[in-house]
């Protein structure tokens, strides 16, 4: 196989693998939190007793519906291929939160690679989409305020 | 005990480090990507036909400048 050749299956390897790891974490996060809605299977818990404290909490404060909410609508935007830089910043706390409360907490190895996979698979999503995020490295910024020019959102669209 | 097992007996093996062996939510994540790929390559053979040469026009925009 020459170079041209290698170059070209590496890109179709890095398009596919984009197309499904946005349909894997867009179904997975749709179907999560249509689930704490309609409760089609029975609801995760936590193992250990820090953790299931954390979720109880959590959905005490309203908090748990708060994320199921964002993972319904981002989760939506990746598997219909809409606003999908937005969703992958609306879905990051949740997937960080799952993360950092599942990976040094849960004692089953299969929940800790699952969440893994799940950032792991975001973070592929954000290296993909990254032309939409090199704004936010800029050093040295200017505000330029929405209020100024609102049409500018409806342009953005 | 982390284990690497794998059986389709309806239950998931919370210890297996198995990717085959998954719980539902991840079922339908591995469903849904499969599927995405199958749409993708129709809609992409689909669209070959209509796809046409792009013809790039250098043109200023003020989108990004501050103002």
């Known amino acids: 196989m020459n170079e041209d050749e290698d170059a070209k299956m590496w890109r179709v390897i890095e398009k596919y693998g984009v197309v499904f790891c946005r349909y894997y974490l867009g179904g997975f996060n749709l179907v999560s939190g249509l689930n704490y809605f309609i409760l089609f299977w029975p609801q995760p818990r936590m193992a250990d007793s820090v953790g299931d404290t954390f979720v109880l909490a959590a959905m005490e404060l309203n908090l748990f519906a708060f994320a199921k909410v964002i993972e319904i609508i981002a989760g939506a935007c990746l598997v219909f291929n809409r606003f999908v830089p937005l969703a992958l910043v609306l879905l990051m706390p949740v997937t960080m939160n799952i993360f950092l409360t599942n990976v040094p907490w849960s004692p089953l190895p299969h929940i800790q690679l699952s969440v893994t996979r799940n950032l792991v698979m975001h973070l592929i999503l954000l290296g993909a989409y990254a032309n939409y995020f090199y704004p936010l490295l800029r050093f040295r910024t200017a505000p330029q305020p929405v209020w100024r020019n609102p049409l500018r959102v409806k342009r953005s669209l | ?67």
Do not use: C, Y
């Not at chain 2, 097992?5 to 919370?14: R, V």
């Not at chain 2, 539902?24 to 469903?31: L, V, W």
């Open chain 2, 1 to 67: 005990m982390i284990n690497f097992d794998f059986a389709i007996d309806g239950k998931t093996d919370l210890m297996s480090v198995n990717p085959l062996e998954m719980t539902n939510f991840e079922m339908t994540g591995a469903i849904f990507g499969v599927l995405g790929i199958i749409i993708t390559l129709v809609v992409g053979r689909l669209s070959r036909d209509r796809q046409k040469p792009h013809e790039f026009v250098a043109r200023e925009t003020d989108v990004d400048a501050i103002l």
